[in-house]
């Protein structure tokens, strides 16, 4: 069974940093796209980052370019998202999942797979 869990959200003051975390199992991490993505309140969810199967190709936001990278050890099968200069606006349910799919890695409802959401909070 295909799972992916996020950790390492919290409340962290304006300009901080934070890095989240996104454990996968029950497929071959390393033969798939995986991206980050958010839904902030009153929102609709938006992109922010992805990267490729190998990690050498890698894509953001322009919300979150400067400020987030994105990154993956294909032999932990874990993806991570390192986030500085946090601001405000960056306050959202943040997610992990795994791309498959062929228009490209902002278009949302090609990801197929999932985690439950971890919250991030920055305060001003």
């Known amino acids: 069974q295909v799972d992916l869990v996020e950790s390492g959200g919290g409340v962290v003051p304006a300009g901080g940093s934070l890095r989240l975390t996104c454990k996968t199992s029950?497929?071959?991490?390393?033969?798939?796209?995986m991206g980050w993505l958010r839904q902030a309140p009153g929102k609709e969810r938006e992109y922010v980052a992805a990267t490729s199967w190998s990690g050498g190709t890698t894509d953001y936001a322009d919300s979150v370019k400067g400020r987030f990278t994105i990154s993956r050890d294909n032999a932990q099968s874990t993806l991570y998202l390192h986030m500085e200069s946090l601001k405000p606006d960056d306050t959202a349910i943040y997610y992990c999942?795994?791309?498959?799919?062929?228009?490209?890695?902002?278009?949302?409802?090609?990801?197929?797979?999932w985690g439950q959401g971890i919250q991030v909070t920055v305060s001003s």
């Open positions: 999942a795994r791309y498959r799919g062929t228009t490209g890695w902002t278009t949302i409802h090609e990801y197929d797979y």
């Open positions: 029950g497929f071959r991490f390393s033969g798939y796209g």
